[in-house]
């Protein structure tokens, strides 16, 4: 007995060692898992040719779960009804029922792009995609390419590759109402691949599809073609353009606004259409007619008052006329009312412009008088745009100046001829140190004119040349930022850049873009010589903005 309680001391000694050595934290719970599901089997296997099955069955190795599934998955070639593909929520099998009958002798594919992840860590199984065929063989053939932006230097977002089959029932048409045979996208970048692919004569189109209908859509979607058909097999690889197409003409009914104006919308002409009364017009009737500033709007104006219910009216775009009615409202009396368009901070080469909400008539540039911070006055010279109803007031600037802008009583007689009250306005300009410059060169030139344009990182057009020969360009006054710059080859020789149309078979003006950004400081010039080649039309690398 007494030897067994000797042992009670040496126990509890041994187990304190035990919570000394013990350590407080939490477990670290191992690695983070970041490998992707595994598919255990396949129910009809992948590739399985004579497939008459209506239900698919994939088993993976853990639970997976499906996240953007309509924004990945694409099958090809499209079936008419969408098939029922879950789980809804995390499963280990992934079933696919087909609700749609198969073609004969067809090679199905679909491609789940990137939305099967684990359930877990959310770790991706990447562009898995079951093929099966109807046939007696899988169809091997393969085409690929580049999907690029006729404007832009990038994609802004992925394009829908598609092929159509050409028979005897093929025509353009079909892409505004018919889905394509085979489908693809683009991947990380701009490239597009289709595999699984029959023998035959196709034609190439690709679609920024904002719908994902796979059903172009003018005035959504951006459209870019092959020009010939494409025979397989081919090893060619094909480079296709996105571009925008031009809007249809169209005119809407036009809307009574205010007592004396009246408003005619459109969209797709280049210029306004003509409006005419046809209504019997009263005694003394006048009328004028200004284009809104920023929108295809035309304003029409009239006086006096035509003491009528309804109008009828003639427009005239080209060869299209249309009948316009517009029944007349009890509406007020607009007031004069005037707007600067450029205020504050101004460039030296900038000219002061106001706009009103009625015609302007008359400016008297007596009246108008411009002093700078010592109150001394500055010569002023003014121009009246009546397609526009803008008045530009032009007076010399120096750098690091603040000028007051005085419209006196009378300066501006609108429509109705009600004159304005005292108008002030402040204008300043910065220190020619303030702004950067750019000197460009261009070289293996060949065909002018040429459109050079300095566009900021949204691609808004900051200044632009037309180069009609080849000399050095000067870009200056440019506010410190990242910019690019594009050169526009202007093959119609408008001055502008020209987009495409796919019915007419018209290709986009070819845009070649700078190979980087460049940046520009305060009180710096960058001197870059530009090499036109077919290698420019490759994205261009991106610089950090220097104002960041």
């Known amino acids: 007995m007494k030897h067994r309680l000797l042992y009670i001391p040496i126990l509890f000694l041994f187990m ?24 255990v089997k396949s129910d009809p296997e992948n590739f399985t040719t004579s497939f008459t099955e209506d239900e698919i069955k994939i088993y993976f190795d853990e639970y997976i779960k499906l996240e953007d599934l309509q924004k990945n998955l694409i099958i090809s070639p499209p079936l008419k009804n969408q098939p029922i593909i879950t789980p809804l929520s995390t499963s280990k099998v992934l079933k696919i029922k087909l609700m749609d009958t198969l073609r004969e002798n067809t090679t199905y ?56 089959e050409v028979n005897e029932e093929y025509t353009d048409s079909l892409v505004f109402k018919e889905k394509p045979f085979y489908i693809s996208n683009t991947k990380e970048g701009s490239t597009f691949e289709f595999t699984n692919l029959k023998e035959g004569t196709y034609r190439l ?54 007592k004396h104006s009246i408003i005619f919308g459109y969209e ?31 304003y029409y104006w009239f006086k006096p008052e035509l003491g009528v219910d309804s109008l009828l009216f003639k427009s005239t775009y080209k060869e299209t006329i249309d009948t316009l009615n517009l029944r007349i409202r009890d509406l007020f009396k607009d007031s004069l009312k005037i707007n600067q368009l450029n205020a504050g901070t101004q460039k030296l080469r900038d000219t002061f412009k106001i706009s009103a909400n009625i015609p302007l008539i008359t400016i008297n540039q007596e009246k108008i008088k411009v002093t700078d911070k010592d109150t001394l006055d500055v010569a002023v010279n003014t121009i009246l745009d009546t397609s526009t109803n803008t008045a530009s007031i032009n007076f010399p600037k120096t750098e690091d100046q603040k000028y007051i802008v005085t419209l006196l009583p009378g300066a501006i007689t609108d429509y109705f001829e009600t004159q304005n009250d005292t108008l002030q306005y402040g204008v300043r300009t910065k220190l020619v140190s303030d702004y ?28 632009e040349k037309i180069l009609t020969e080849n000399a050095p360009l000067l870009f200056d006054e440019i506010s410190p930022a990242s910019y690019y710059l594009r050169v526009i080859l202007d093959t119609n020789k408008n001055g502008k850049w020209d987009t495409g149309n796919f019915l007419k078979n018209s290709a986009p003006e070819k845009v070649i873009y700078y190979p980087s950004q460049i940046a ?26 220097p104002e960041e």
């Open 520 to 545: 520009v400081k305060a009180n710096w010039s960058v001197n870059e010589t530009f090499i036109l080649s077919e290698t420019n039309l490759d994205p261009v690398e991106t610089v950090d903005d």
């Open 205 to 258: 189109i690709a679609l920024e599809d904002q719908n994902s209908d796979y059903i172009f859509q003018p005035s959504l979607d951006k459209i870019g073609y092959e020009e010939a058909f494409v025979t397989l097999p081919t090893d060619s690889s094909y480079t296709i353009s996105l571009f925008k197409e031009d809007k249809a003409y169209r005119i809407s009914q036009p809307k009574h606004v205010s």
């Open 16 to 39: 304190l060692s035990f919570i000394d050595c013990a350590k407080k934290g939490n477990p670290s719970g191992g690695k983070k898992d970041s490998i992707p599901p595994v598919i």
């Open 436 to 463: 950067g410059t750019i000197t460009l060169t261009l070289d293996n030139v060949s065909d002018f004119p040429l459109v050079v344009q300095l566009v900021d990182s949204q691609f808004v057009v900051k200044d």
């Open 109 to 164: 594919s679909i491609n789940f792009g990137k939305s099967i992840v684990d359930n877990n860590e959310g770790n991706p199984y990447d562009y898995y995609k079951y093929v099966f065929s109807t046939g007696t063989f899988i169809d091997s053939l393969t085409l690929n390419g580049t999907i690029k932006d006729a404007l832009l230097p990038s994609l802004k977002e992925p394009a829908t590759v598609m092929l159509y």
């Open 268 to 298: 797709g002409a280049k210029t306004p259409p003509d409006i005419s009364l046809i209504s019997e017009k009263p005694q003394g009737h006048e009328n004028l007619l200004f284009k809104d500033l920023k929108k295809d709007t035309l």
